[in-house]
Nanobody, 128 residues
Framework: QVQLVESGGGSVQTGGSLRVSCAVS????????MGWFRQAPGKEREGVAA?????????YYADSAKGRFTISQDNAKNTLYLQMDSLKPEDTAMYYC????????????????????WGQGTQVTVSS
């Protein structure tokens, strides 16, 4: 079965950077999306960024992430990345990677119900 394992989380100060990774146990050249979600205490899980795995060129970002976060993939390593720069306290959350079964419409990339596979998450904490 498909397995996703996140790593790279940690604690940083405001303005710092982190890169979280997600190792995927399947070929990423299929027609599906891979996404990063996050969930803070008392809040719903929200989409942060996504990428169309077939070509790695179509990317999507939440407004809160634009200009600061960059999603990418390494097909040879079957690994998804999220580079996070200029981190803010409001970025503090558990970060999850996820894999959809099919290619998603442009407006559906952040829909949790479209993602069939999820990792266990990696914690990111940003102090002020």
């Amino acid at each position: 079965q498909v397995q996703l394992v996140e790593s790279g989380g940690g604690s940083v100060q405001t303005g710092g950077s982190l890169r979280v990774s997600c190792a995927v146990s399947r070929n990423t050249y299929r027609s599906y999306h891979m996404g990063w979600f996050r969930q803070a205490p008392g809040k719903e899980r929200e989409g942060v960024a996504a990428i169309y795995s077939s070509d790695g060129l179509s990317t999507y970002y939440a407004d809160s992430a634009k200009g600061r976060f960059t999603i990418s993939q390494d097909n040879a390593k079957n690994t998804l990345y999220l580079q996070m720069d200029s981190l803010k306290p409001e970025d503090t959350a558990m970060y999850y990677c996820a894999l959809s079964r099919f290619r998603l419409g442009d407006n559906a990339w952040s829909d949790r119900d479209e993602y069939a596979y999820w990792g266990q998450g990696t914690q990111v904490t940003v102090s002020s």
